[in-house]
């Protein structure tokens, strides 16, 4: 089996998730064989990756252009500021590689639109990285809908939050990084269209970022097919505040929910089975009274570790041709919700987005 060759571009904090999520999976044919810093100088993971593995592997360059040129390269894994994602993805595209980029795909629409056209037009693999899609108790809710479990999905709450960014300061920085709607509430952006579909309109408030980056936001989506969702985002937890997660979803049948904060991260309520014909022991047994049913799911959100998840998904893609969970197109409809949020909250009024 052929070793594909993957460089990064980042060694922040996405790059260094990224990295350990290949090197797990160097098992199936993957090896990272440079990242790309902007002053060339390693991090502290990445000095200690290299001294561990004789001081060559991974190779450390200086600037994006140069890694993606290194011979032999067959994927560019961009974990760059969100700024930089249009120039990469354009660059990784005109040299015939396969690219996977950390979302958000680009800081505004027109960039993520222009993004995807250089991909499409080189007809290279390319996947946004919408890693909640591959957390276990995101995608096993989604699964419960997709089966009918809860009826007719109708109305979705979604929550994300904690400290502000203090790994950087571009991401406080709302021009560069979209504050926590594009860059953070994107997420659940992404996940509730994969449950709902087109969106049609977004009502959006957030305070405003001051010099500490500290936003809180609330984004109110109603979809194409009728169904509403909220998702709200945080930013101003107090330092060492733990990041949290948690969501629910509202059927005709059935209320889901799972959450961060317990060990069981995932509960269900469903409604008994509704009554057949007048007299008939299957309407008997099933208008029966009783209590609600309740089912649990796995309970850690964590095994296996979604970023591995998701790269072995593009990996699967790149070698096998499968299908991808996650298209730009996809990502780039995500990226419009969240701009078209931001336009919201700053006008004050509901934004027409059909993304």
């Known amino acids: 089996m052929p070793t ?13 998730v990224h ?9 199936e044919g993957v090896e990272v064989v ?17 001294e561990s593995r004789g001081g060559q592997v ?5 600037g994006y252009g140069e890694a993606i040129a290194l011979p032999g390269v067959d994927i560019v894994d961009i974990c760059l500021p969100t700024p930089l994602h249009r120039d990469a993805i354009e660059a990784a595209a005109a040299a015939g590689k396969a690219v996977v980029c950390e979302k958000p795909l680009a800081r505004s629409a027109a960039e993520a639109e222009a993004a995807v056209e ?6 290279v693999p390319f996947m946004v990285a919408q890693v909640v899609r591959f957390f276990p108790d995101y995608r096993l809710a989604r699964e419960a809908v997709v089966r009918g479990q809860l009826g007719v999905a109708r109305s979705a709450r979604c929550f994300r939050g904690g400290a502000v960014p203090a790994w950087n300061t571009w991401m406080r920085d709302e021009s560069q990084s979209g504050g926590v709607i594009v860059d953070m509430l994107v997420h659940d952006i992404d996940y509730l269209r994969w449950i709902f579909g087109p969106v049609a309109r977004v009502s959006a408030v957030k305070t405003s970022t001051g010099s500490s980056g500290e936003q809180h936001a609330a ?15 945080a930013w101003s937890f107090p330092p060492g505040a733990p990041f949290t997660t948690e969501a629910e979803i509202a059927g005709t049948q059935g209320l889901l929910q799972w959450s961060s904060h317990g060990a069981e991260s995932v509960r269900s309520w469903r409604r008994p089975p509704r009554a057949g014909p007048a007299g008939s ?3 008997e047994a099933a208008g029966a009274p009783g209590p609600e049913a309740e089912t649990r799911l796995p309970a850690s959100p964590l095994d296996p570790d979604p970023y591995t998840l998701e790269l072995e998904h593009f990996l699967e893609h790149v070698t ?16 419009r919700v969240a701009e078209a949020a931001n336009r919201a909250a700053l006008e004050g009024r509901p934004v027409e987005v059909h993304a």
């Open 281 to 283: 022991q299957a309407g």
């Open 320 to 335: 096998q041709g499968s299908p991808l969970d996650v298209t730009p197109e996809e990502a780039l409809a995500a990226v």
């Open 58 to 62: 991974p190779r450390i360059v200086a």
């Open 34 to 50: 440079a990242v790309a810093k902007s002053d060339g100088r390693p991090r502290a993971w990445l000095q200690r990756e290299q």
């Open 19 to 27: 990295y350990r999520a290949w090197k797990a999976l160097e098992a």
């Open 219 to 233: 984004v109110l989506l109603r979809f194409e097919n009728g169904a509403i969702a909220m998702a709200e985002g």
């Open 118 to 123: 250089a991909a499409a037009r080189r007809g």
């Open 4 to 16: 594909r060759k993957v460089v990064i571009l980042g060694a922040g904090l996405m790059g260094e």
